[in-house]
């Protein structure tokens, strides 16, 4: 069998099922790894029009389990400078909310923890990505602005379904999940259920 025909006989449905391209795989895990960090807060920004403290805790974790990780094994080369500022960002916040008095009206706080976490969460995704996904580096940098910009556009959705949440779930929704009930939220049985 010629190579030719050995191309053919190899691209033919007897086959079985195609290997996934790596940079499909890379490129995807980076963009749900992104999504899983910015879903949740941009849809509680639509909804509630306040990042919850726990969003902002678990970003926290992880941006500094990975600044310690990084740390311990002295990577310090591994990322650039600003990488390692973005992982130490939410312990500054956390810091800065801890010292900052209550009392005293710095409300302009809860702004900086909602612009850190919606805009940090892209980036912090990216950082993740870069370490944790082995193909990463390998991947065109369309592939990883791509998986960047999914990032963004599904928490600009999650933004807007939790804007818009009305439209699709009901005050029972969120009654039921063990959250409270947004202002603009219709009343009604909960959608999913029958």
Same mark, same amino acid.
């Given at each position: 069998?010629?190579?030719?025909?050995?191309?053919?006989?190899?691209?033919?449905?007897?086959?079985?099922?195609?290997?996934?391209?790596?940079?499909?795989?890379?490129?995807?895990?980076?963009?749900?790894?992104?999504?899983?960090?910015?879903?949740?807060?941009?849809?509680?920004?639509?909804?509630?029009?306040?990042?919850?403290?726990?969003?902002?805790?678990?970003?926290?974790?992880?941006?500094?389990?990975?600044?310690?990780?990084?740390?311990?094994?002295?990577?310090?080369?591994? #990322?650039?400078?600003?990488?390692?500022?973005?992982?130490?960002?939410?312990?500054?916040?956390?810091?800065?909310?801890?010292?900052?008095?209550?009392?005293?009206?710095?409300?302009?706080?809860?702004?900086?923890?909602?612009?850190?976490?919606?805009?940090?969460?892209?980036?912090?995704?990216?950082?993740?990505?870069?370490? #944790?996904?082995?193909?990463?580096?390998?991947?065109?940098?369309?592939?990883?602005?791509?998986?960047?910009?999914?990032?963004?556009?599904?928490?600009?959705?999650?933004?807007?379904?939790?804007?818009?949440?009305? #439209?699709?779930?009901?005050?029972?929704?969120?009654?039921?999940?063990?959250?409270?009930?947004?202002?603009?939220?219709?009343?009604?049985?909960?959608?999913?259920?029958?």
């Amino acid at each position: 069998m010629t190579e030719e025909s050995s191309a053919v006989a190899d691209s033919g449905p007897s086959r079985g099922p195609r290997a996934i391209d790596p940079r499909l795989r890379a490129t995807a895990t980076a963009a749900v790894g992104g999504t899983l960090v910015i879903w949740w807060p941009a849809f509680t920004l639509g909804a509630y029009d306040a990042v919850f403290f726990d969003t902002v805790l678990s970003l926290w974790a992880v941006a500094t389990s990975v600044l310690l990780s990084g740390l311990l094994f002295r990577s310090r080369g591994a #990322l650039p400078w600003g990488g390692w500022v973005a992982l130490a960002l939410p312990s500054v916040w956390v810091v800065l909310a801890a010292v900052t008095p209550r009392t005293h009206g710095f409300p302009y706080l809860h702004y900086a923890e909602a612009a850190l976490t919606l805009v940090g969460a892209p980036f912090l995704a990216w950082l993740l990505s870069r370490i #944790l996904v082995p193909d990463y580096a390998a991947l065109p940098v369309l592939h990883r602005l791509g998986a960047v910009g999914v990032t963004i556009l599904v928490g600009v959705l999650a933004f807007l379904l939790g804007k818009f949440n009305y #439209l699709f779930l009901t005050c029972s929704d969120f009654d039921v999940s063990g959250n409270n009930a947004p202002a603009h939220c219709v009343q009604g049985k909960p959608f999913n259920r029958v």
